[in-house]
C-alpha cells in the first residue's frame, strides 16, 4: 500500500487533552464508499456508540459519509491515537465480516482539530451534518440517515 508523502504532518503537533472537543475525521482507503450500504455505516455509528461506553469520548455529533466520517466528539479518559485507532479497528473488522471482504479499510492517519473555547459548537455541528447535502445525496438533511448531534 503506497504511504502518503506526507502523512507525518497530520501527527505534527498532536496532543491529546481530556476535556478538550476534537473533530475527527477518517477516510476510507482510495474513497471506496464502503459506508454508502446503510448497514456498513451503522456498525460505525456501532463503534462511536462503544467509545461512548469505553469512556473514552462523548460524541457531540458525526456524520458517517459513504467515504469518510467525521466526529464531534469531547474527548475522555484516552489519547486520541487510541480512540481513532480503536475506532477504526473495530469498524474495519466488522465491515470485512459483514460484506465477506478482506484487507484494510482505511486510509493511514486521521485529521484532528482542536476546537477552540470560543467556537459556537452547535454551528460546527451542523457544518458536520449538512456534508451530506453538500455533497449532493440529499435535498434535506433529515433525509439522509447517518448523522446526528446532541443539539438537534
Known amino acids: ?7 507525518h504532518r497530520l501527527r505534527t ?3 491529546s487533552e481530556a476535556g478538550q472537543i476534537y473533530l ?5 482507503l482510495n474513497r471506496e464508499p464502503l459506508f454508502g450500504n446503510f448497514k456498513n455505516g451503522r456498525l460505525v455509528v456501532d463503534a462511536f456508540r462503544t467509545a461512548e461506553r469505553e469512556e473514552f469520548a462523548t460524541s457531540l455529533a458525526w456524520v458517517v459519509m459513504p467515504d ?3 466526529w464531534l466528539i469531547e474527548l475522555k479518559n484516552t489519547q486520541l491515537s487510541t480512540l481513532m485507532a480503536r ?3 473495530r469498524v474495519a473488522v466488522t465491515v470485512n465480516r459483514s460484506i465477506r471482504r478482506q484487507g484494510p479499510v482505511w486510509q493511514h492517519g486521521y485529521h484532528d482539530r ?3 473555547k470560543e ?3 452547535q454551528a460546527v455541528a451542523r457544518y458536520i451534518v449538512a456534508n451530506p447535502l453538500r455533497a449532493g445525496l440529499v435535498g434535506k438533511i433529515g433525509d439522509y440517515p447517518l448523522w446526528d448531534a446532541i443539539w438537534l
Open 119 to 121: 467556537e459556537d459548537l
Open 114 to 116: 482542536a476546537i477552540r
Open 24 to 28: 475527527l475525521t477518517a477516510v476510507v
Open 68 to 70: 469518510h466520517f467525521h
Open 87 to 89: 475506532t477504526k479497528s
Open 1 to 7: 500500500m503506497p504511504e502518503l508523502k506526507h502523512a
Open 13 to 15: 503537533g498532536r496532543y
